[in-house]
């Protein structure tokens, strides 16, 4: 059975799975490639209003997770949204970003944006499916990123 529910970002599973995210993404972008708090922002931002951080969860153990913050009024922004190698393909990215966006409508956001990067084709085509349509693109250290939103 598939659980979602809020937890700390700060939580030993959530570091657990953005450890394993930031692997993923520097494996498909190099060594080169350097994360940092615009990208991925910080365990804090998750606990502000408007924002909540997400651990999904098959059989207790964590198989993804994600984050919502406000960008602006009205607008939330979806972060370090995640599925382990082992539950991708089974719907669980999809139920987690449904879930992401519930809880944007919630708080009163109109809009979910997210940032994504070319490499991460699992998750653009996730968010193609789900109405996620680009609104900036930027070359970024010879990478090609991407915001993409959804009015909700």
Do not use: N, Q
Not at 7 to 28: D, H, Q, W
Not at 82 to 108: K, Y
Not at 111 to 133: D, I, K, N, P, Q
């Amino acid at each position: 059975m598939l659980l979602i529910a809020p937890e700390p970002a700060s939580g030993e599973a959530s570091r657990a799975l953005f450890a394993e995210y930031l692997a993923l993404v520097g494996s498909r972008l190099g060594a080169e490639f350097v994360p940092t708090e615009d990208i991925f922002a910080s365990e804090e931002a998750f606990d502000g209003p408007g924002a909540v951080w997400l651990v999904a969860r098959y059989r207790r153990r964590a198989v993804g997770c994600g984050g919502l913050r406000e960008a602006a009024p009205g607008v939330g922004e979806a972060k370090r949204m995640f599925v382990t190698a082992s539950a991708r393909g089974r719907g669980v990215g999809s139920l987690l970003l449904t879930e992401l966006e519930r809880h944007a409508r919630e708080a009163g956001h109109a809009r979910l944006r997210l940032y994504t990067t070319e490499v991460l084709t699992e998750a653009r085509r996730l968010y193609a499916r789900s109405g996620y349509r680009p609104v900036g693109v930027a070359a970024t250290g010879g990478r090609l990123d991407l915001w993409l939103e959804k009015r909700l």
